[in-house]
């Protein structure tokens, strides 16, 4: 028996003290054959509000990834074969946590930095800002504006040559919360796929509540007019009265609109018979997607984020996986969509993103799509919520 | 047609990832004559909580700014043949907006960092802080607390050999506010005169409110028990019941004065046939002042802060042109004074400094006010609004 | 008359603009004969949310001190003869307070980066959050959130040897406070203490209230089952329903225990002849202890903060003096413990830190303490304030 051989590089280690300002990693670098086009870049942002955050550009075959350590760990989009997945919010800035006031506006000012494809949403609470139990909880959790203490990255030196970026998110309080969440982007250059396996640990010996919402967002050029959402899902229903108005075109996009502003569809998926759900949004010809694959078993339920509003506003479409819709906590208990983490216990939250640039690739995702999809879609008129 | 050349130098830019720690320019370097007084330095400060914080110390003739870029491109303070414009705050660090905590103690966290000679208080907001339509505003705005993300430099390099401190400004939130505040700080060495051209863009396509406030600040040597305003206004009005108290010598400064707090006065300016208003503080000798002028078009109101406190309470005056007083927001939708900024808009102010160390300069800028104030102004006793 | 020489080096000075990031002295850099064992590291911490935070590791005899200037001085932990006095909080980093907010879940944001030995609280207000006259009060009030401004070593080079650490954190609000602290870090090789000296000055000429509490920590190894705590004290009493329940055992330690939560209770002290109050922590064999001395006249109350739960929570008794108690400030009022520092006031906190790792020493410091307590401690079962 061989032993595979993995290339380790470190960019960040708060136990080692290191801490790099700009690298620049090659195929040679990392001891592998000269064809293989993989490639890594660190650099350390400047002005404005992106004043020392790092930025990671990660080529791995014809997928370029940007990943924010600072933003523990966010996705702040993919390239493959030319064609961007992510999308364009009115904040360019990749906002470093320092100037993020997650108190300001009543709870909102996690909007100031929200702009990449892939962010996390908890982990302690997620979901809207408000009163639950006695406290104030700001919008989405911490987790986000939370910088990583621990940036890795291992490529195996044999085919298929995965390349897995690792960092470690620590969020924690005194007496509140004690989480370190391992984070693990996977990926190999022969296919079309982004592999995120995230472990949430709950280092404390005391039972504690959580929620997780990964708010994958997707603007241009895949959302258009005619772009549409392909999803195995027992049940849909409106968010708020607002997007009962919405409900029949729920998975129908729309161009770019004056005042549509946002709606919102709470999507109860089926999975497969491995336990995966699987959502497609894929342009108007088809020959385009992005496909959302998780694992129902931690992520129970979806969000659909339908903001197809103006492109200086924000045209974008968010496919949202989590242990809870985005209602505030408060909401959510009697639901069951506030799930406990015991002592020491660890959970973990699988997905992959399916980035196509062909039209078989997106076929076959339809029809994946269309063999769990026994009986139809349940859409109910009523909110799970009344607000 | 000979073109005129330009001297460019970039000290930030988030654009191109440029930022300086230290730069020293002296006329050599920006290709002047030898005898052209202007150079240029920026540094980078350390200690407490003005680490991080960059001061650009610009010259230009007998002119010394000392400008924070990490502060919305503040003015902390100008020198003009060996006399400051400027006040002695008990805040004395150059606090980094890190450090700024804008909710803190109700809003007041902005209180932290006040020192400026010239501060900006907007743009989505001005004001005390307060709940509005259902937001709680922090004091001032969030504008002041933004670093810049791109600073240069213009020189020209014939006469007047025109000087021009550029910056840019983001205030952005998803789904609230879009702006980019270009700022400029011109001069030449000949003038006595610093100008001022902030150019708010909204790259929304929707419309949207907006509030400025220039909190400019001056303490000694020129603020001096016998000092002076000089305001050509339509009307003076206290700002609350305890500005009536000294509404009478609303335009007279005492000498430092334990418990005198603060008074506010509000005043509607009176332009000259060009649009331009005029405020003038001097001295008890009328042999130094600073006369502040501004377009009244889109700074129509002013706010006179006479905070003539002990010296180590900050002993200053406030010369304050906006779109509105210093009333929370709430109040100021039925003054009038909350405006409307239409998508894709932009608004430009103007305001020039006159930096007087003469009599001579000083009597040009009284006799400048007396011609356009035809008939006396109205002194009201009754603020504005109730509070 | 010979003058002492004396070695200074300084780490940090806003006034100089000096910043070190890193820094090694030895006892031939400080002038010291070989065999004096004084040594001194600065190092600047990287990764997660300690990113940039300032580590300076003091050796002195066997004592080896780590501050955090960026952290107001804090001391994380002492090691004496392989000893270790501090504690282990479920928070690692040491977290820079960038990445804090206190106002964060109704002001408990404090709680996010606390895992120190010795934390100040202060000074403007400390204790629980919660408003007092209107104002929102976050816990235990912004010094520990506060960097220094100036830090420096000073070393006698003459026997014993004096080494003080100083440094310079200002708490300052426009219009609100104005208060700069000198902090002094003093020891010799020979004796086993850690001399506390710190001065707060009210730069204001109005006066002011303040409050301090002097947050001391020890866990493991010294707290254990079976460890105690001797106090010459006046009397003791509940800080609420909950202390209540174990003021029987107030004094004496169990192992770490689920579910323990924290347990508080208030001590009046007794002094010395000389004005200083000691209390005595010592493990369950009575040959190490750490004794806390303070001046009574500035610090007139003690707090002991029984947070006896597991391990992973944060096993820890506080050794507490104070202005005041752990309470709310709006309730201290009446207790006549929110002190006025006038204007241009100085106030001193002195506190000696006894690091015994012989069973000699312990049993030194409980015959002091036993001589002071001449009538026994009145125990009583009434909170001092109703919750």
Chains 1, 2, 3 share one sequence.
Not at 160 to 181: A, M, Q, W
Not at 243 to 272: C, I, K, R, S, Y
Not at 334 to 348: M, N, R, Y
Not at 351 to 378: H, W
Request: charged share 20%.
């Amino acid at each position: 028996m061989s032993t595979s051989s993995v290339y380790h590089f470190t960019f960040l280690s708060q136990a080692n003290n290191v801490d790099l300002n700009s690298a620049h990693l090659t195929a040679a670098d990392m001891g592998l054959p000269e064809d293989v086009n993989i490639e890594c870049r660190l650099q350390t942002l400047r002005g404005g509000k992106q004043q020392g955050s790092k930025l990671i550009t990660l080529t791995v075959g014809d997928k370029t990834l940007r990943i924010v350590p600072t933003r523990a760990m966010a996705v702040l989009d993919v390239v493959r074969n030319g064609q961007r997945f992510g999308w364009d919010s009115p904040v360019k800035e990749v906002v470093h946590p320092h100037f993020i006031n997650a108190e300001a506006s009543g709870g909102l000012g996690w909007l100031d930095g929200f702009n990449e494809m892939l962010v996390r949403c908890g982990y302690q609470w997620a979901g809207h800002p408000g009163k639950d139990q006695g406290e104030r909880l700001s919008l989405h959790g911490r987790i986000q504006n939370t910088p990583a203490s621990e940036v890795s990255l291992e490529v195996e030196q044999q085919p298929p040559y995965r390349v897995t970026l690792k960092g470690r998110v620590d969020e924690k309080r005194f007496k509140s919360t004690n989480y370190e969440v391992f984070t693990e982007l996977a990926m190999t250059p022969d296919e079309p796929y982004v592999h995120v396996t995230d472990t949430l640990s709950n280092l404390s010996n005391y039972d504690n509540s959580y929620q997780a919402i990964y708010h994958n967002n997707f603007g241009t050029p895949i959302l258009e007019q005619g772009a549409s959402l392909q999803i195995a899902a027992r049940q849909v229903s409106p968010f708020n009265e607002y997007a009962q108005q919405g409900l029949a075109e729920w998975n129908q996009m729309p161009a770019p609109t004056v005042d549509f502003d946002e709606m919102v569809f709470n999507v109860f998926p089926l999975p497969d018979e491995d336990g995966q759900c699987h959502a497609l949004l894929k342009n108007a010809n088809g020959d385009a997607g992005v496909e959302v694959s998780w694992a129902i078993e931690t992520l129970p339920v979806l969000t659909i984020w339908k903001n197809t509003d103006t492109l200086e506003q924000g045209y974008v479409v968010g496919i949202e996986p989590g242990t809870s819709f985005a209602y505030n906590r408060t909401h959510q208990w009697d639901l069951g969509l506030v799930p406990t983490i015991a002592g020491k216990e660890s959970k973990q939250f699988k997905l992959r993103f399916g980035l196509f640039t062909e039209a078989e690739e997106v076929q076959a995702s339809e029809e994946l799509i269309d063999k769990i999809q026994i009986t139809p879609t349940l859409v109910s008129n009523s909110p799970l919520v009344k607000l």
